[in-house]
């Protein structure tokens, strides 16, 4: 079988999203994509890279709660033909949203996205997706 084409991949996106996790374990939860926390949202993997890419949330999660949390307000790039209705418009949902920022083919996201991916399950899969190790926090991002 061919190796993947990973030449799309945003891979600073990739480990600036790895490093916010690793730095901030508190604000990371993988089990679900978006929840209110005492410091802020806590997010899963493609909820933190949509958030680090400027996404803008469609709704509160402490207002709205748990079946509206996890879309986005739609941006230019976006599958329309993804979105759903909800409330009258058509919104994102983050998984969409971080799989297309990131550069990512399904295969790749569903492994980022798993629910049930710990910390190092995670450093695994950005390692091979980036082509490389994540480096330690504090040293240089490779190009």
Do not use: C
């Given at each position: 079988?061919p ?21 901030h374990?508190?604000?990371?939860w ?15 993997f493609a ?7 400027g ?8 207002q ?26 058509l ?5 969409e ?6 550069g ?8 980022l996205?798993r ?23 504090g040293t240089a991002?490779?190009a």
């Amino acid at each position: 079988m061919p190796a993947p084409d990973r030449s799309r991949v945003n891979i600073p996106l990739l480990l600036a999203t790895m490093r916010h996790i690793e730095t901030h374990p508190d604000l990371w939860w993988q089990e679900d994509h978006r929840g209110p926390g005492p410091d802020g949202d806590i997010l899963d993997f493609a909820a933190r890279a949509a958030d680090l890419a400027g996404g803008r949330w469609a709704y509160d999660p402490i207002q709205r709660g748990a079946a509206t949390q996890n879309y986005l307000e739609p941006e230019p790039g976006d599958d329309m033909s993804r979105a759903e209705p909800i409330d009258g418009r058509l919104l994102i949902g983050v998984w969409e949203r971080a799989k297309r920022i990131l550069g990512l083919d399904d295969e790749d996201a569903a492994e980022l996205f798993r629910p049930d991916a710990d910390l190092e399950d995670l450093q695994a899969v950005v390692a091979a997706v980036a082509g490389h190790p994540v480096p330690e926090p504090g040293t240089a991002t490779p190009a």
